[in-house]
């Protein structure tokens, strides 16, 4: 499981090889929304499965 700590160290060392700032800030942003949406989703999942009728 990747971490927002290793998100965001990968894309500080992306930055200081390639200098495109915004486009790989940009990125991190885009993989860490995707990444929270999954989880909550599969979260949410499990909730209602798991929920006493």
């Known amino acids: 499981m990747i971490s927002i700590r290793e998100l965001t160290k990968a894309t500080r060392e992306g930055i200081t090889t390639s200098l495109q700032t915004f486009e790989l800030w940009i990125l991190c942003a885009i993989l860490?929304?995707?990444?929270?949406?999954?989880?909550?989703?599969?979260?949410q999942y499990l909730e209602r499965r798991t929920a006493t009728k």
Do not use: K
């Open 32 to 43: 860490y929304l995707l990444m929270t949406f999954t989880l909550s989703m599969v979260v």
